[in-house]
């Protein structure tokens, strides 16, 4: 079965500075891979996914992540943080080709930003 | 696009009551969606698919006698928590599936926070 991994809890940036999230998952073929986020209390807002082609990802509100296959790794980055950026951030991964389209989700990092 | 809603967003009840709790697809048709439940400071479990005009399928451990499911139409599936109990009180997401071919995104509600007093 197929299980992510997000190995900080808790990551406190200051504003303005660079952002990585790490996000490793486990899986024996090519899994479809996302980023979403999710601010208190509300649902979850997609930020970027893979599926296949370019390892650089990038998505909305100026983030980007880099599939390495080597690594088993979907890191999310953003290069300057801004306030409004601090929620939970869920990396998620999805199996194609076994009609499973369920996403299995890691464990969340939450996002501090320091004025 | 792809704005999938919920309703209702919170819902205070009584143990022993039942509750309905909707996921609708506003532009989008979704032949599957999937609900999740979330306990605070923690991830997303699946608890069931949901195939328009068939039925839930539940993950292990899930009571599917508790958790009804129903996917009436290609833009709404509802869950009603039967006999609702404290330890029912969660946050509740549904997400809708599109199709783009061979690939598939989930787009999330803003979930429902029951209280069950």
């Known amino acids: 079965a197929q299980s992510v991994t997000q190995p900080d809890i808790h990551i406190t940036v200051s504003e303005g500075a660079s952002l990585e999230l790490r996000c490793n998952y486990s899986?024996?073929?090519?899994?479809?891979l996302f980023w979403y986020v999710q601010s208190p209390g509300q649902g979850l807002q997609l930020l970027l996914k893979?599926?296949?082609?370019?390892?650089l990802v990038q998505g909305i509100k100026g983030f980007e992540a880099e599939f390495k296959r080597s690594q088993s790794s979907f890191n999310l980055r953003k290069p300057s943080v801004h306030w409004s950026d601090a929620a939970e951030y869920f990396c998620?991964?999805?199996?194609?080709?076994?009609?499973?389209?369920?996403?299995?989700f890691g464990s969340g990092t939450r996002l501090q930003v320091q004025p | 696009g792809a704005v999938v809603s919920q309703h209702p967003s919170w819902v205070i009840c009584k143990s022993g009551t039942s509750v309905k709790i909707e996921c609708r697809s506003l532009?989008?048709?979704?032949?599957?969606m999937f609900w999740y439940r979330q306990f605070p400071k923690q991830s997303l479990m699946l608890m069931a698919t949901?195939?328009?005009?068939?039925?839930?399928?539940?993950e292990q451990g899930v009571e599917k006698d508790k958790f009804l499911i129903n996917h009436a139409s290609l833009t709404l599936s509802t869950l009603t928590v039967t006999s609702a109990h404290p330890e029912d009180s969660s946050f509740y997401i549904c997400?809708?599936?599109?199709?783009?071919?061979?690939?598939?995104?989930?787009?999330f509600g803003p979930g429902t926070r029951l209280t069950v007093l």
């Open positions: 949901s195939n328009e005009g068939s039925k839930a399928t539940y």
């Open positions: 998620a991964v999805g199996v194609a080709g076994t009609g499973r389209r369920a996403l299995t």
């Open positions: 899986y024996g073929a090519t899994p479809y």
């Open positions: 532009d989008f048709q979704a032949t599957t």
């Open positions: 893979y599926f296949s082609g370019d390892t």
């Open positions: 997400s809708a599936v599109t199709s783009g071919g061979r690939t598939d995104t989930q787009y």
